[in-house]
């Protein structure tokens, strides 16, 4: 085993992220010590046993401004005094503070941007936060050499601004055991109802999940609308079941780890996706939910956004949706359990698809990339990685 440490670093609690979960073992299993720093929140689950080493910083200060510098002033000092040998940041709001420990101590970098961070709608009308993070960006992304990203549309973004070539490592699941998973009646849903599934980690407003819970009161009763997950908007939505009678059409069930999430998709007739283009980071969107839905086996309908379409279309796995309002909603989900043979065409496909579009396959683009690094920087000569 190799003695050299990559530390990683994120801005959430380490719960439901699955991306850096996955790139931590995949590094772990590359043969280095890995360890993986995050921030404990007052509602964060109980971590979850992982093969590599895992830190929660408690911090003054929960979101803003005083959070953000908090946690880059905290991981900073941090990280100058671990011995680390890699150093890997996860999105915008932990490159400061890794940028500056690699100058100080000479280390590799590696930016790992899961978004188009200046681009989210958050940062939209605060004009001040915006150059800010801006600011930070353009001081240091023209200075670094070893860049992933989500998708393409978001690594030709970052070639146009600034010149730097980004690797497309997308955020697809592991292959699932084959193992039985429980049945419907096993979860307390309905076995005789379709079932319609919006899962993630950033249901968030204007993301077309207030358009597909008011769509439900003009689809049938035979449909049960599951929502599971976090977001800004959730506190929105139960308003909106209440006040609309939705009660017994609408289900919203909080985030849960993703070993349990996974038998509720897999129990689900259709997945949804909604992003609007209504920013840059939405409109080049490719939300992880579309592969955990094929990984299951089910069909996917999904907004018109260039890395959905290519998906949707490419491998035919379900339908695409021009505007996204609640009747066009409505409509367009009871076109699709109308024509029976077109939807088990697209069950058929999913699966399919469900078998290249996983970690396993994708993986290789993080493998390539450490491999370079450790070709490119001297101290990595006298003890070679031990790849598994």
């Not at 940028?99 to 790992?112: A, E, G, M, Q």
């Not at 066009?328 to 065409?345: C, D, P, R």
């Not at 290249?356 to 003890?383: C, G, H």
Request: proline share 5%; with cysteine; charged share 20%.
């Amino acid at each position: 085993m190799s003695q050299f440490n990559v530390y990683v670093s994120v801005s959430n609690d380490l719960v439901t992220d699955q991306r850096v979960a996955k790139v931590c073992t995949t590094l772990y299993h590359r043969g280095y010590k890995v360890c993986l720093i995050g921030r404990q929140l007052p509602s964060s689950l109980p971590l979850i046993e992982q093969p590599y080493k895992q830190i929660r910083l408690r911090l003054f200060f929960l979101k803003g401004p005083l959070f953000y510098a908090c946690l880059n002033l905290r991981l900073f000092f941090y990280l100058l005094f671990k011995k680390t040998d890699i150093l890997h940041a996860n999105d915008l709001d932990t490159l400061l503070a890794n940028y500056l420990v690699s100058i100080i101590r000479n280390k590799p970098l590696v930016y790992d941007s899961h978004e188009y961070f200046t681009g989210v709608p958050e940062l939209a009308h605060n004009h001040f936060a915006r150059r800010s993070w801006k600011a930070i960006e353009k001081w240091i992304l023209p200075r670094l050499k070893y860049c992933i990203t989500v998708n393409q549309s978001i690594a030709n973004l970052y070639l146009q601004e600034y010149g730097v070539q980004f690797h497309v490592l997308r955020n697809m699941p592991m292959r699932w055991q084959e193992t039985p998973l429980p049945s419907r009646a096993d979860l307390g849903l309905p076995v005789d109802r379709t079932l319609i599934l919006l899962q993630g980690n950033g249901i968030n407003i204007h993301r077309g999940a207030e358009e597909l819970t008011e769509a439900m009161q003009f689809i049938d009763e035979q449909f049960l609308l599951l929502i599971i997950g976090n977001g800004d908007v959730l506190p929105k939505l139960k308003t909106m079941v209440s006040s609309l009678t939705l009660d017994n059409k609408v289900w919203i069930m909080d985030r849960m780890p993703y070993e349990k999430l996974k038998n509720y998709t897999a129990c689900s007739d259709l997945g949804v996706t909604l992003d609007k283009d209504n920013n840059l980071n939405y409109r080049f969107s490719l939300p992880n939910k579309i592969f955990d839905y094929l990984q299951a086996g089910i069909p996917v309908l999904s907004s018109r956004l260039p890395e959905l379409e290519h998906i949707v279309k490419n491998y035919k796995v379900g339908w695409l949706l021009d505007e996204v309002t609640p009747t066009g909603i409505a409509q367009k989900i009871h076109s699709i359990f109308t024509n029976s043979v077109e939807y088990e065409q697209c069950r058929l496909h999913a699966k399919e698809a469900g078998k290249s579009l996983i970690w396993e396959e994708e993986k290789v683009i993080l493998d390539r990339l450490y491999m370079q690094i450790e070709k490119e920087n001297p101290n990595f000569a006298t003890n070679k990685i031990n790849i598994q």
